[in-house]
C-alpha cells in the first residue's frame, strides 16, 4: 500500500535538550557497553549469530564461554567481538507509562527473557489440516507451556495478525486458540473438469469438440493456479517482512513456530559461492528436494526464481531481526496419499499410479523445502509425526541453550552475496545448531527503494513494528487536529560520519484511519541533518523530539504512527485509539 504524504521536508531545529514532563520518563538510555545496537553506523556491521548448543541427550549445556567458540565466515576465521549467554526466563516490569503515552520499545512488547512465536498458516494449509494444527496447539499450551515462557499467537490469511502479544498467561493463549477458525483457501472448491461422456455412436466430431472445450478449461484453471500459487508467495514473503519488523528490537533469538502443510518457496539462494564440501555439509540433503524434476512443476524452483531478491531481502531481515524458524508440519504424520495444496483441477492425473507418484513427490519435496528453511534460519523442522505440539516444545526449550555471537565481518564489501557461516565448539559430545549464512545486503544501497511504500506496508502491521523504537504522547484532538510528540531513541537509527558530525536522514509520520480501516489524513516530517559530535552524544542519551499537528476528520477513530530510517529503510509503528488520547 502507498502512502500519499504531506513531507514537510527541511532542517528540524529543535532537538530534544529539555524533554516534555510526560515523555522523560520514557527518554531512551545510551546504548549499554554490552548490548549491541541494531544500529548500521558509520559503515560498520555486527553479524550476531545465535547458537543452540546441546549434549546428546538434547538438554542445554551452559557455562560455555567466548574462546570456547570459533566461527568463520567463507572459511575465514572471525573474532569474535560480541558474546552472550543463554538468558534466563524473569521478567521486568517496565515504567508504567503515563496518560495518552504510547511506545514500542521493547521492554513493553516483552519484558523479560526470550520470545516464541506461534503462527497458524492458513494460507498455505488446507482447511482440515488447520483444525488438527489448532487442536494440537491448545494441548501444547495446556500440556507443555512452562512458566515465564512468553508466546504470541500470530495467524497468517490474506496478511499476518495478531491474535495474542505475548504473554506468559496460560488462560490467554488458550482463549485466543479456542476463538481461533480455520479458514478455507483461495480455490480450494474449484470444480474438476471431466469430460462429458459419449455414445457409441456419438461421433468422433463430439469427443473431439468436448474434449477441445475440457482442456480450453484447464488451460484456464492452470492460469488461476499460478495466479493462486503467486497470491500464496507474495502473502509468505510479506509475513517475513512484518516479522521481522515486529520481532527486530526485541533482544535475543526470537524463535518461530511456523504451523504450515507448505512453503510456496524455497531460502536456498542460487548465487552462493561455496565450495562443493560447503555445500555437502551444508546442504546433506539437497539431492533429495528434487525440485527440478517435481511433476507438480518444480513450484519451489520456479517461485524461488521469480521472486530471487524478494526472497533474498526477506531472508537478510529475518535473519538481522535473530529469527529462527521452527516448521511444523501441519498434516502430522503423512503417507503421501492423501490430498495436498498442490491439488487442483489443473493438475488431475486420471492414472492412479501417476497421481499417487505425484503426491508422493509433493510431501517429499514440501516437508525437505522445510527442513531446508529451518537450516537456513537455526531452527529445527518437525515433520512426519503425529503429536505436532512437541514441534512447539522443542522451539521453546532452545531458548535456554541458544548463545549468541556476534563478529564485524573481516569482509568490508557489502555486496548483497550470500555468505556462509560455519561455528565450531571445542566441546566434545555436544550438538550445535545455527544459521548457516546470510546475504550481505546493505539496505542504504538498495535500488530503486520506495519509502511511501515501505510506510505504508509497515502501517499495515497488526503489532508494534520495533526497528526504530519511540515514544509518543497523543493529546486530545481540539479544534480538528491532534497534537502528537514523538520520543525517538537515536540509538536504532543509523548516520554517516560528516566532516564535523554525525549525520541523520529519518522522516516521522501520522495517519489517521476510520473505524473501515480507511486512512482519512495523515503528514509527515523529515529530518536530513548534520549535527555536531558533542550534539550528537546528547542525542544519544537524550532522544530526538519532534511534533506533528494532525487533522481528524469526522469519523477518524485510530492514530498510526511511524519512524523511518531514510537511509536503511528500518521503520517503527505505533497505533493509538484517539477517542482515548489524552
Known sequence: ???????????????????????????????????????????????????????????????????????????????????????????????????????????????????????????????????????????FVKEQLKPGQRVAVFTLTNSLE????????????????????????????????????????????????????TQRIRDFQEIQVAYVEDRRVQTTLSAMRSLSRILSGIPGRKNVVWVTAAFPFSLIPEDRVMSEAEMAESLPTISQLGVGTRASGSVASTQRQSHAQEIREAASELANAQVAIYPVDARGLVSGMEATIEDAPARRIDDPVDAATLRISDVTASQETMREMARETGGVAYVNQNDIKNGAALATNDSAASYTLGYYPSDKKWD???????????????????????FAIDPSQVKDRKPEQEVGEALQDSAPDTEITFSAQVKTPEKGKAGIDFLIDANTLSTEDASNGKHVNMSIYAASYGKDGKMLSNRSQKVDQTFPAETFQQILKQGVLMHLDLDTPAGAEELRMAVLDNRTGRVGTLRAELTNAH
Not at 188 to 205: F, H, I, L, M, W
Open 162 to 213: 495478531v491474535l495474542s502479544d505475548f504473554t506468559s498467561d496460560p488462560e490467554v493463549l488458550l482463549k485466543v486458540l479456542q476463538q481461533y477458525q480455520p479458514r478455507e483457501q483461495e480455490m480450494a472448491s474449484t470444480v474438476t473438469v471431466r469430460p462429458p461422456s459419449t455414445s457409441s455412436d456419438g461421433g468422433a466430431r463430439v469427443a473431439q469438440a468436448a474434449l477441445a472445450m
Open 1 to 139: 500500500m502507498s502512502v500519499p504524504v504531506r513531507n514537510n521536508a527541511g532542517k528540524v531545529g529543535m532537538i530534544v535538550l529539555l524533554m516534555l514532563s510526560g515523555l522523560r520518563a520514557q527518554a531512551p538510555q545510551a546504548a549499554s557497553a554490552d548490548l549491541p545496537s541494531s544500529t548500521i553506523r558509520v559503515n560498520t556491521r555486527l553479524v550476531l549469530v545465535d547458537v543452540v548448543v546441546t549434549d546428546k541427550q538434547g538438554k542445554p549445556v551452559k557455562g560455555l564461554r567466548p574462546e570456547d567458540f570459533t566461527i568463520e565466515e567463507k572459511g575465514k576465521t572471525q573474532k569474535v567481538a560480541f558474546f552472550t549467554p543463554p538468558v534466563e526466563e524473569k521478567a521486568t516490569p517496565a515504567a508504567e507509562l503515563g496518560p495518552g503515552i504510547y511506545s514500542n520499545k521493547p521492554e513493553y512488547r516483552s519484558p523479560g527473557g526470550p520470545v516464541t512465536v506461534l503462527l497458524l498458516d492458513a494460507a498455505n494449509t488446507p482447511f482440515r489440516d488447520q483444525a488438527y494444527a489448532r487442536r494440537q496447539m491448545l494441548q
Open 416 to 438: 548483497g552475496k550470500y555468505r556462509s557461516i560455519k561455528v565450531k565448539l571445542n566441546h566434545d559430545g555436544t550438538d550445535i545448531r545455527y544459521r548457516r549464512g546470510y
